[in-house]
């Protein structure tokens, strides 16, 4: 799911005499394996990463057929299958696989991607047998949103460690953010003020929302309008965020300003455990409302975030459920995100002085 960590498997495209050193560094950057021939390798190297090879002698025995898969789960091998998926059958026969016991299969695609792996996620969620995908770089993000579950892990052709990084850079974007309950101190109306309504191009869950704080140190965790009201619709796609000049946190730890998105932008949602994905804004609605300023303060830090005074405003309470604006008072325990970081420089954290009001 969504959230959950992913498994980053390298296959070097180093020059041999490269390799020890090339998979040092690897080992490094919290790397799920390695994808070359275990004959080539000094054991002492891989400091327990597992190696993926079409070798009996690997630690997961990658083969191409459903006969040599159960000829090694026979011989007590630890086995994946490595199949190129061009039609129905062939998503049949990695399930078969997955029937068999197999550790993953290894999915190799044409031009068609997405939808050869969405059958298969189908086919084989709920099953022990992880789906990995042969993935460029470039394309690591996008096959960790497939169906929303994402496949399990990909096996990704690297020569730099740089590219190691930068993939695993994009896999942490949808991992989780760590929260903290924040005892709500202060609420008062504070005027009128114009704030935005971020409608994305995603259904959002009951219990998901967004990261919004008058401080990028102390985040409030703003609910989607799943539910709606006496008086209006829910618009599960929606959350009204707040004031113009607050700042929404983004997949990539960067923040912007409300008033910045636009069509098209990338932002997270997060739920109470701080499981997180990524949608798209479809469109921002600024509008002049009444506002209501909300303080809350959590493990010896405070600060607060304007919030239009109305119904469908929500904010996330430590149980999960959102609590409407109109009606949170003090004492209140709601979910927030800390920042250690003093300041932003153009959304991204920096530690620097930093006084926020």
């Not at 509008?287 to 607060?304: I, W, Y």
Request: glycine share 8%; hydrophobic share 40%.
């Amino acid at each position: 799911m969504a959230g959950e960590p992913k498994d980053l498997i390298v296959a070097p495209s180093v020059e041999k005499a490269q390799l020890q050193n090339f998979i040092k560094e690897l080992a490094k950057e919290q790397v799920e394996g390695v994808f070359c021939n275990p004959l080539d390798i000094d054991a002492k190297t891989l400091n327990g990463l597992k190696v993926y090879y079409k070798s009996a002698k690997a630690d997961v025995y990658v083969v191409e057929d459903l006969d040599s898969l159960k000829k090694a789960r026979d011989d007590g091998k630890t086995a994946a299958l490595s199949i190129k998926v061009e039609s129905s059958k062939d998503i049949a026969k990695a399930v078969e696989a997955s029937k068999l016991g197999a550790e993953a299969v290894l999915v190799q695609t044409s031009d068609w991607k997405i939808i050869p792996l969405e059958n298969l996620i189908a086919e084989i969620h709920g099953r022990k047998t992880k789906v990995y995908s042969y993935a460029e770089p470039s394309e690591v993000k996008m096959l960790f949103t497939v169906l929303e579950l994402g496949v399990d892990g990909v096996v990704m052709r690297a020569s730099k460690v740089q590219e190691v990084k930068d993939a695993r850079n994009a896999m942490k974007e949808l991992g989780s953010v760590p929260l903290s309950v924040a005892k709500v101190t202060e609420v008062k109306e504070v005027g009128l003020g114009d704030r935005a309504c971020v409608d994305t191009a995603s259904i959002l869950n009951f219990g998901e929302g967004m990261l919004i704080g008058n401080t990028a140190k102390f985040l409030f965790l703003i609910h989607n309008e799943s539910v709606g009201s006496k008086f209006t619709s829910p618009r599960p796609f929606r959350v009204n965020a707040g004031s113009v000049h607050c700042y929404i946190l983004l997949p990539n730890g960067r923040t912007k300003y409300l008033s910045e998105l636009d069509s098209g932008t990338e932002v997270m949602v997060t739920d109470k455990d701080g499981r997180s994905r990524t949608v798209i804004v479809g469109r921002v609605k600024i509008e002049r409302r009444p506002l209501l300023l909300v303080k809350a303060e959590s493990a010896g830090t405070s600060a607060g975030v304007l919030v239009q005074n109305a119904e469908t405003i929500a904010f996330v309470g430590k149980d999960g459920k959102p609590i409407p604006a109109t009606s949170i008072k003090a004492g209140d325990e709601i979910m927030v995100k800390i920042e250690k970081a003093s300041g932003r420089h153009f959304g991204m954290a920096v530690d620097e002085f930093v006084i926020e009001k």
